[in-house]
């Protein structure tokens, strides 16, 4: 650790403010749903979550090596270059979160160090076939996969809860929920927190602190699991908002089915060694959900909104980590010149978050409207089966008065 340079530090503790951001950005992913059915109250939800999240971090090390080893050329790179990758990824994190859009952090990382690197080193640097197999191929199918799987779960589950007891079955799929929940959160830590180790353990490579080729230490796995649990539990209150209330209104067994079909698909992944987008996954089950009820609807408002970010997620994370690599580049001027720009950035990004906050009191009143689609779909859905009483009220007029002076009176049956 003699190589350990100040640059070096820098990389590291960028590394984990990225992690922290990751942790609030994604805690949506594994409780938006169990909040907003009401299985467990916001607070203890994101406790929850931060603590396997922790847990989870220490599971595999399959996708931290994809990153350190497989996705760019990892003799070729500076510290410098991983540094200016981070500023792009932190950046999108922030502001996707600000406006509230479930965007994947997986793929902001990607993209900043893939526009750093090409900025550094030129487009060899980077492999072409990792990219496709492990990133972008992952991205497109994680949504379908888990959506479509959200769905079939949750007309089975609508179907074998037909006879059962209303009360007793909701409980049941409330319980189910937790567990599930609790499952992707374990699923998010394997996933997500390894990025973040093969971040770090790639800048230890370029700065000579560990051999190529080297796992993460396991210091960088604690201090990784610490700095995403952290930014878990403060919850990133906007995020869960959108994806428990503004993408869709689940029910119980709609939550069971979209948190289960997600943990599923996380968990092969990471087992697989793919660098999964955890928000595509659970965003693709819970629209799957949506479409599964009998009547639900998926606002397609907001989701296009989250499709649009997810396309512009790598290109502009790239372009900003590319940019951050130029500067870099004058020496140690034009890294404290990065350093400044990214603070002085996330600063006013939290300012201005403070306009209208969002926190655990206030993030089940979703105010996004219902779109075309949702209103029409509500306008044929049939009503409610039960006894309707109405109040039905009609004036006629009264018998003709003896006096002439008499006035028309109503009688109401």
């Known amino acids: ?24 950005h994604d805690t949506a992913n594994a409780m938006a749903t169990t909040i907003s059915t009401g299985a467990l109250k916001p607070k203890v939800a994101v406790a929850m979550s931060a603590v396997l999240n922790l847990v989870g971090a220490f599971l595999s090390v399959e996708v931290a090596n994809t990153i ?26 922030l502001l996707t979160w600000l406006v509230g859009l479930p965007s994947s952090s997986s793929h902001a990382l990607m993209g900043g160090l893939i526009g750093a690197t090409i900025a550094s080193a030129g487009v060899g640097a980077v492999h072409g076939d990792v990219l496709v197999t492990k990133v972008l191929i992952p991205a497109i199918a994680a949504p379908l996969v888990a959506g479509l799987a959200a769905m079939l779960a949750t007309r089975l589950s609508y179907s074998l809860g037909k006879k059962a007891d209303g009360k007793a079955a909701a409980k049941g799929y409330r319980t189910g929920q937790i567990a ?34 080297s796992d993460p230490p396991m210091w960088v796995i604690l201090s990784a699991g ?3 649990a952290l930014g878990t539990y403060l919850g990133g209150w906007r995020i869960i908002r959108t994806m428990g209330k503004g993408l869709t209104d689940l029910q119980p067994q709609q939550g069971f089915a979209a948190q289960t079909s997600a943990a599923t698909v996380i968990l092969a992944s990471s087992h697989l060694g793919f660098s999964l987008s955890t928000t595509h996954s659970v965003s693709g089950s819970v629209m799957g959900a949506g479409l599964g009820r009998k009547g639900g609807v998926v606002r397609w408002s907001t989701a296009t909104r989250m499709f649009v970010a997810w396309g512009l997620t790598l290109p502009a994370a790239a372009l900003v980590g590319a940019l951050a690599e130029y500067v870099t580049g004058f020496g140690a001027w034009g890294t404290g ?31 996004e409207p219902a779109g075309v689609v949702t209103t029409a779909i509500a306008a044929v859905t049939p009503p409610p089966v039960g006894p309707v009483t109405e109040d039905l009220t009609a004036t006629i007029p009264a018998p003709a008065a003896a006096d002439p002076a008499a006035s028309t009176a109503t009688t109401t049956v």
């Open 68 to 93: 350190s080893k497989g996705l760019v050329d990892e003799t070729g790179i500076r510290p410098e270059v991983i540094f200016a990758a981070l500023v792009g990824a932190i950046l999108w994190n």
């Open 1 to 24: 650790m003699e190589n350990f340079s100040l640059i070096l530090a820098i990389v590291v503790v960028t590394a984990l403010a990225f992690d922290f951001t990751n942790g609030f």
């Open 337 to 367: 010149l990065v350093a400044v720009f990214l603070v002085g950035s996330s600063a006013a990004i939290w300012k201005i978050s403070r306009r209208e906050v969002v926190d655990h009191t206030n993030v089940n009143d979703s105010d």
């Open 226 to 228: 610490i700095a995403i």
């Open 180 to 213: 599930s929940a609790g499952l992707v959160s374990l699923a998010h830590g394997t996933n997500d927190a390894q990025k973040t180790m093969g971040i770090i353990t790639l800048a230890l490579v370029a700065g000579g602190a560990v051999a190529p080729d």
